[in-house]
């Protein structure tokens, strides 16, 4: 089976039972390809994702006013109507963030983006391969000790609920354990998860505190028995 995305996850979870059987065995022939109007920061999304991405980094949201005018300039009648759906999507993620303040996800204005770091990369999670992303990995201190926060901004067209969101913020902390462990201490209430679509905001705090359900072991269980049964 080719490694999952975290994505696919959500996806698995959402459907009945029969689907989940076709899903996984399409997975397994790997005829499950990227979905460009369905990616966290694919092609259909990425104005609107790339304009948060900037206006997060540099905190700044003249990155976010910038890319509105941009679409809306592009934006004529003889647009075919999937190209005018996909800028109406686009738009209303960035009108929502217009007046964002982006450090509010962040423990205090001054923390380092690590520009180089490694953000996405498979991780083994009760024997099944994970393909995590993230779009910011960033360092901050608290009292001489040197933390690590991470945020990504996840775009789908009917929006992720916020159990949803968790198993997004439970796969990027164990990505960043796994690969930034050793030298920083993993902050949980800043690997934060933006659900673009409808504003929500969580961390993996909040799956810790059982605010949010831990689920990510009980649907690679699930996917790993209906694997074995096909």
């Known amino acids: 089976m080719k490694d999952i995305r975290i994505k696919d996850?959500?996806?698995f979870r959402r459907l009945t039972e029969k689907r989940q059987s076709t899903f996984i065995n399409n997975?397994?022939?790997e005829k499950i390809a990227k979905e460009k109007e369905e990616g966290s920061g694919g092609d259909y999304w990425v104005r609107s994702i790339s304009a948060l991405n900037n206006a997060f980094r540099e905190n700044d949201n003249?990155?976010?006013s910038d890319k509105i005018t941009d679409i809306i300039n592009d934006y004529n009648p003889k647009l075919d109507k999937g190209t005018k759906v996909k800028y109406d999507r686009n738009l209303q993620i960035l009108y929502n963030?217009?007046?964002?303040?982006?450090?509010?996800?962040?423990?205090a204005?001054?923390?380092?983006?690590?520009?180089?770091a490694r953000k996405s990369g498979v991780i083994e999670i009760a024997a099944l391969s994970l393909k995590v992303e993230t779009h910011h990995i960033y360092t901050f201190s608290i009292d001489e000790k040197e933390y690590l926060g991470a945020l990504l901004f996840a775009a789908q067209k009917e929006g992720y609920q916020?159990?949803?969101l968790g198993i997004f913020a439970e796969a990027?902390?164990?990505f960043l354990d796994a690969n930034y462990g050793s030298k920083y201490i993993i902050h949980p209430s800043f690997v934060k998860v933006v659900g673009v679509m409808t504003h929500g905001i969580v961390d993996y705090q909040m799956v810790l505190d059982g605010d949010l359900p831990s689920?990510?072991?009980p649907i690679i269980e699930n996917i790993k028995n209906l694997n074995n049964n096909i």
């Open 9 to 11: 996850l959500v996806t």
């Open 27 to 29: 997975l397994q022939k």
């Open 62 to 64: 003249r990155f976010i």
């Open 97 to 107: 963030y217009e007046d964002f303040d982006f450090r509010s996800v962040t423990p």
């Open 109 to 116: 204005e001054e923390i380092e983006i690590l520009s180089k």
């Open 162 to 164: 916020p159990s949803e």
């Open 172 to 174: 990027i902390f164990n």
């Open 215 to 217: 689920i990510i072991l």
